[in-house]
């Protein structure tokens, strides 16, 4: 690694607090009787001390900035703070770093107990050495004392890589030694960090995650849902991968049959009424081969440059309705399936579990059914032995989820198997 200590700070840097310190603001603002600024100065009041925002943006005296924080705060303890996300790749970076020794920390004007809160909240508090914020009551800092305060002791600040999205965060570290780091994705203005002399300046925090890491971007996590039609896949999906990205995670999401340009023709001819008679064999043979496709153009390239892939079935899928429902066999599918996987294997597989009954209920209400899901109920039966099947073999891999329970209920325990994942 570059350097012995990293420094960061936290709003616009490690995470887009944006909405809620705006929505707080703006909050103050209305109570206290002021007109509401536009979002171009409500910016202004991201990352700098609120105490110093409001005397210069509102005009008012030491006693009334200090009174409309404590309006601010009404609002933004209990609401704002948790109106914010992780940029994408820091989780990563963080956790990388930590693993690879470095001394990592937080140094922003931040209150030091909402610095607490959200590092605990988004799960990245595990691999800080140190938080350095303000007190509550402090008004003011110099970002060159909040700096010094998250070194450990007799570190020589030249050993240290400070992080910052604005013109101040720069200039401290510099003032200090220290190598300095431009989040231009952040809250800075146009030229801000270059002109306050930033070492490297980088417009995606994907970029400068690559460079502080030094293009060793830690592999992705491969995440499959698994279940029989009905079950409610679709929707989990959409709601895991919102989740993901809140917490500053990059997600693909994906499908199979599917997926990719060729695969998606693969598809087409696999699910088509038309083709209604097409023989067992065939059917396996052409999910394998969209499956080839799909694995070398979407899945290993996304997970090699760390993003979390979610895919809609897998292998697993291929096993429960051709090894089973056709009755083809494991080994005959697996035997197909060699060349396709290689040796890629999920490192999560979310098995949605819901009776047949129900499902049919769920799936009269959506589309027409297509020619998997025009079978008949003892292929489907044969489906459902498959997925235990699949469980049974692989059970610390294959997580059975009850999703005959609410949406949200469903949605929590899929969010709690994956947080674990990630953390492991």
């Not at 491969?222 to 679709?234: A, I, M, Q, R």
């Amino acid at each position: 690694m570059k350097h012995r200590y990293y420094l960061f700070d936290f709003d616009g840097t490690i995470a887009d607090t944006g909405d809620g310190i705006r929505k707080s603001v703006a909050y103050s603002a209305e109570k206290l009787g002021y007109a509401v600024p536009d979002v171009e100065v409500l910016n202004r009041f991201i990352g700098p001390p609120l105490h110093d925002s409001y005397m210069k943006y509102f005009g008012m005296t030491d006693a009334q900035a200090e009174h409309a924080i404590t309006v601010y705060r009404e609002r933004y303890i209990d609401i704002g703070l948790y109106e914010s996300s992780l940029y994408p790749g820091i989780p990563a970076l963080l956790k990388a770093l930590h693993a690879r020794g470095a001394y990592v920390a937080l140094a922003s004007a931040k209150p030091q107990m909402m610095l607490e809160r959200l590092t605990k909240y988004f799960g990245i508090d595990k691999y800080l050495d140190a938080i350095s914020g303000t007190d509550l009551k402090r008004h003011s800092a110099d970002k060159k004392d909040l700096l010094m305060a998250a070194l450990p002791g007799g570190a020589k600040p030249e050993d240290a890589c400070m992080v910052g999205d604005r013109c101040f965060d720069i200039e401290a570290a510099k003032a200090l030694g220290m190598y300095a780091v431009g989040a231009d994705y952040g809250y800075s203005v146009p030229g801000e960090l270059a002109d306050s002399g930033a070492d490297e300046v980088y417009a995606a925090s994907p970029d400068m995650v690559e460079a502080l890491l030094e293009g060793d971007v830690p592999r992705g996590l491969f995440v499959t849902l698994e279940g029989s039609d009905g079950c409610g896949k679709s929707t989990q999906i959409d709601r895991l991968k919102s989740w993901l990205t809140q917490w500053g995670y990059e997600v693909a999401l994906t499908r199979e049959p599917g997926g990719c340009p060729i695969s998606e023709r693969i598809r087409e001819v696999i699910l088509s009424l038309d083709s209604k008679g097409m023989s067992a064999e065939c059917e396996a043979l052409l999910y394998a081969a969209s499956r080839a496709e799909h694995v070398r153009e979407v899945i290993e390239p996304a997970l090699k440059s760390g993003k979390i892939v979610i895919c809609d079935r897998f292998l697993d899928s291929s096993i429960a309705y051709q090894a089973y429902g056709r009755e083809l066999g494991e080994d005959l599918v697996r035997q197909i399936n060699a060349p396709a996987v290689g040796a890629l294997k999920p490192d999560v597989t979310l098995l949605l579990r819901l009776d047949r009954a129900t499902a049919r209920e769920r799936m009269a209400k959506g589309a027409p059914p297509d020619r998997l899901e025009s079978e008949r109920e003892d292929f489907f039966e044969r489906v459902a032995r498959g997925f235990e099947a699949v469980h049974d073999a692989d059970p610390k891999r294959v997580h059975v989820i009850d999703a005959s329970r609410s949406i949200e209920e469903v949605a929590r325990d899929l969010r709690s198997v994956v947080g674990e994942a990630l953390n492991n």
